[in-house]
């Protein structure tokens, strides 16, 4: 890992209010100040600051235990921050808790439904808490389940399959038609048509002015969906921009990745590789992979490179992607 | 704070359905207790048995032990229901809506009230109309009350169990062991002569409900002046009064520390 771009990189996204002043000039929904959550002293949100502008769809990426799910309870109203505030359309998290409740739509991470009851009744339970006519929930109701293709609305929860599950989960946080929408890792567990209907419901949601705070650990789906994207990792933001500034302003070059025959050959690879002057940075990862990125020319690369190694299964040359810039900044992979 | 309101009741709505709809539930709720009036019906009221107090058989003078039981299981289906939304991360989820905390309470409270409400109507129709137990009409109405008074404590012993465990079969466990234990402890089952038996909520309900509604007849005089039946059938120096303001302390209490337990344990 490379330690200097991530410590730049904390540094630069330290202040999201120097990178939105000189971008952008629109209506913040979400001001995060210095919130922090630590449980038994552990840091699991560090001090985060962030601001969300209203109608966006933002992404707080990150490894597992990365703080995203912890940030996204505390600005759900569910966890009490240790130190600092947020504040939500101008509510304190903190002081007016009860004010943003019914201005936001939480999605968990789990599927969080009432199994024993119908998807009718699980989506009509959340309209009445949230104050609804019965007359709208009823339309609204239809509506939704009939665009998340939820069939079988008056069967039991439970007999539903995990991907039913999982929409009716997101269905049950749009009843109330939410100014804010949380959604933590929408689409875990589904498989890719499945996957495919929920992001074009989001991105139809999106249309439709609701701001929409995601949390994922897929780059597809970030890259597919956020107009800002927020990287977390250790209870810090440690990066913070569009997907283009993200891979402008922590890219070192082009990448090649290596695929060797045996982790001896992985080993004797790596060393090689050190010692060539444009390569930047390398990565080792599963299956006996290597990935480096350079500057400068690929062709002379790859000539110094036949000439310095002589086995390798698979050598392949793409661009720097957002799983890079992450891998760069964090040391980790977003699925690690 | 959000009030207390008509989501209370929508919370007890979904709550009713969802126990309807969960067959293990139901059958401790409703089947069990009347498979337990017949047990005690054939061990206790044999043609030509001897009778205990003033002509009643023992069938007659347990069965309110029989009602303490049925409604004393509010704390078991109470703990499993909280823990369970402790798990299932229901409440949690339920934290995000614009509800409080005391409306979920109190459609817990409501919706077990509903099925207590129809754990009394089956056994006192099962035991009084088909099994013949004897009772004092005009007393009847007193001891419902009695035992619901009773069955909202339970739910605050349910609430209790369930701030302190993190599994459904855990809270089921713990929950149904206290109930039973409670049960035998307090002579409810079986009299006990032992000064314990005070101690337990279950006991002053038995007692009282056994002096007004079976063998009781003056309201008033049996309010200031009536004695409670000792497990030994000798009166006891208490009034029936004091009997009820026991009971009234013991649901308070439970009720107010399930409440603050449960908030603490789960407030994050």
């Given at each position: 890992?490379?330690?200097?771009?991530?410590?730049?990189?904390?540094?630069?996204?330290?202040?999201?209010?120097?990178?939105?002043?000189?971008?952008?000039?629109?209506?913040?929904?979400?001001?995060?100040?210095?919130?922090?959550?630590?449980?038994?002293?552990?840091?699991?949100?560090?001090?985060?600051?962030?601001?969300?502008?209203?109608?966006?769809?933002?992404?707080?990426?990150?490894?597992?235990?990365?703080?995203?799910?912890?940030?996204?309870?505390?600005?759900?109203?569910?966890?009490?921050?240790?130190?600092?505030?947020?504040?939500?359309?101008?509510?304190?998290?903190?002081?007016?808790?009860?004010?943003?409740?019914?201005?936001?739509?939480?999605?968990?991470?789990?599927?969080?439904?009432?199994?024993?009851?119908?998807?009718?009744?699980?989506?009509?339970?959340?309209?009445?808490?949230?104050?609804?006519?019965?007359?709208?929930?009823?339309?609204?109701?239809?509506?939704?389940?009939?665009?998340?293709?939820?069939?079988?609305?008056?069967?039991?929860?439970?007999?539903?399959?995990?991907?039913?599950?999982?929409?009716?989960?997101?269905?049950?946080?749009?009843?109330?038609?939410?100014?804010?929408?949380?959604?933590?890792?929408?689409?875990?567990?589904?498989?890719?048509?499945?996957?495919?209907?929920?992001?074009?419901?989001?991105?139809?949601?999106?249309?439709?002015?609701?701001?929409?705070?995601?949390?994922?650990?897929?780059?597809?789906?970030?890259?597919?969906?956020?107009?800002?994207?927020?990287?977390?990792?250790?209870?810090?933001?440690?990066?913070?921009?569009?997907?283009?500034?993200?891979?402008?302003?922590?890219?070192?070059?082009?990448?090649?990745?290596?695929?060797?025959?045996?982790?001896?050959?992985?080993?004797?690879?790596?060393?090689?590789?050190?010692?060539?002057?444009?390569?930047?940075?390398?990565?080792?990862?599963?299956?006996?992979?290597?990935?480096?990125?350079?500057?400068?020319?690929?062709?002379?690369?790859?000539?110094?490179?036949?000439?310095?190694?002589?086995?390798?299964?698979?050598?392949?040359?793409?661009?720097?992607?957002?799983?890079?810039?992450?891998?760069?900044?964090?040391?980790?992979?977003?699925?690690? | 704070?959000?009030?207390?309101?008509?989501?209370?009741?929508?919370?007890?709505?979904?709550?009713?359905?969802?126990?309807?709809?969960?067959?293990?539930?139901?059958?401790?709720?409703?089947?069990?207790?009347?498979?337990?009036?017949?047990?005690?019906?054939?061990?206790?009221?044999?043609?030509?048995?001897?009778?205990?107090?003033?002509?009643?058989?023992?069938?007659?003078?347990?069965?309110?032990?029989?009602?303490?039981?049925?409604?004393?299981?509010?704390?078991?289906?109470?703990?499993?229901?909280?823990?369970?939304?402790?798990?299932?991360?229901?409440?949690?989820?339920?934290?995000?809506?614009?509800?409080?905390?005391?409306?979920?309470?109190?459609?817990?409270?409501?919706?077990?009230?509903?099925?207590?409400?129809?754990?009394?109507?089956?056994?006192?129709?099962?035991?009084?109309?088909?099994?013949?137990?004897?009772?004092?009409?005009?007393?009847?109405?007193?001891?419902?009350?009695?035992?619901?008074?009773?069955?909202?404590?339970?739910?605050?012993?349910?609430?209790?169990?369930?701030?302190?465990?993190?599994?459904?079969?855990?809270?089921?466990?713990?929950?149904?062991?206290?109930?039973?234990t409670l049960?035998f402890v307090s002579g409810s089952?079986?009299p006990l002569d032992n000064a314990g038996v005070f101690f337990t909520p279950q006991y002053?309900?038995?007692?009282?409900?056994?002096?007004?509604?079976?063998?009781?007849?003056?309201?008033?005089?049996?309010?200031?002046?009536?004695?409670?039946?000792l497990p030994?059938?000798?009166?006891?120096?208490?009034?029936?009064?004091?009997?009820?303001?026991?009971?009234?302390?013991?649901?308070?209490?439970?009720?107010?520390?399930?409440?603050?337990?449960?908030?603490?344990?789960?407030?994050?």
């Open positions: 890992m490379d330690v200097s771009i991530k410590e730049e990189a904390q540094i630069k996204y330290s202040d999201p209010n120097q990178f939105y002043e000189n971008k952008y000039s629109t209506e913040f929904i979400i001001e995060v100040q210095d919130l922090a959550k630590s449980f038994n002293g552990l840091k699991a949100v560090d001090g985060i600051n962030l601001k969300i502008r209203k109608g966006e769809l933002f992404s707080l990426l990150g490894p597992n235990g990365a703080g995203k799910s912890t940030t996204i309870r505390m600005l759900t109203t569910v966890l009490k921050p240790t130190n600092g505030d947020a504040r939500i359309k101008d509510y304190s998290l903190i002081k007016e808790k009860n004010k943003i409740k019914p201005l936001i739509g939480v999605c968990p991470q789990e599927n969080v439904i009432f199994k024993a009851l119908t998807a009718e009744d699980n989506v009509e339970f959340v309209g009445r808490m949230h104050g609804m006519d019965p007359a709208d929930i009823k339309k609204r109701t239809n509506t939704l389940l009939e665009k998340m293709n939820i069939a079988g609305r008056k069967k039991s929860a439970k007999t539903f399959s995990g991907g039913m599950k999982r929409r009716l989960n997101l269905v049950m946080s749009l009843i109330h038609q939410p100014q804010i929408l949380f959604l933590d890792e929408p689409t875990a567990g589904l498989d890719p048509q499945a996957r495919r209907l929920v992001w074009d419901f989001i991105k139809d949601l999106k249309n439709t002015g609701v701001t929409i705070i995601l949390t994922t650990h897929d780059m597809l789906e970030a890259d597919a969906l956020s107009d800002h994207i927020a990287i977390m990792d250790l209870g810090k933001i440690i990066a913070f921009g569009t997907l283009e500034d993200l891979k402008s302003s922590s890219s070192n070059g082009n990448i090649l990745e290596f695929s060797f025959s045996s982790r001896d050959e992985l080993i004797q690879a790596k060393i090689k590789l050190g010692q060539i002057m444009n390569v930047k940075n390398i990565s080792e990862m599963d299956n006996n992979k290597l990935i480096i990125s350079f500057t400068g020319g690929v062709m002379t690369l790859k000539q110094e490179i036949l000439r310095e190694i002589e086995s390798f299964k698979a050598l392949h040359f793409r661009e720097d992607s957002l799983e890079d810039i992450f891998l760069k900044l964090t040391g980790r992979g977003l699925r690690d | 704070m959000y009030s207390i309101d008509l989501k209370a009741w929508y919370i007890a709505k979904k709550n009713i359905k969802e126990k309807l709809r969960n067959l293990g539930s139901m059958f401790w709720t409703v089947v069990f207790p009347i498979m337990m009036l017949l047990v005690y019906k054939l061990a206790f009221s044999e043609e030509g048995g001897d009778a205990m107090i003033n002509g009643l058989t023992a069938f007659d003078v347990e069965f309110p032990g029989i009602v303490v039981y049925t409604i004393g299981m509010s704390s078991v289906t109470s703990a499993v229901m909280f823990a369970m939304s402790k798990v299932d991360g229901t409440l949690e989820r339920m934290d995000t809506f614009p509800v409080s905390r005391g409306n979920i309470f109190l459609g817990a409270i409501l919706s077990e009230s509903v099925f207590m409400n129809l754990q009394l109507i089956l056994i006192f129709g099962f035991g009084y109309g088909v099994l013949g137990a004897h009772f004092v009409p005009a007393m009847l109405p007193l001891g419902y009350l009695i035992a619901m008074i009773f069955g909202i404590g339970a739910i605050g012993l349910g609430l209790i169990i369930a701030s302190f465990l993190n599994s459904p079969e855990g809270a089921n466990g713990i929950a149904m062991l206290s109930h039973m049960m089952f079986f002053w309900v038995k007692q009282v409900y056994l002096q007004l509604t079976v063998v009781g007849d003056f309201f008033t005089d049996l309010m200031y002046s009536g004695t409670i039946i030994t059938s000798e009166a006891s120096i208490f009034p029936i009064w004091s009997g009820i303001l026991i009971i009234l302390a013991f649901t308070s209490t439970f009720i107010f520390l399930g409440i603050k337990i449960f908030q603490k344990k789960t407030s994050l």
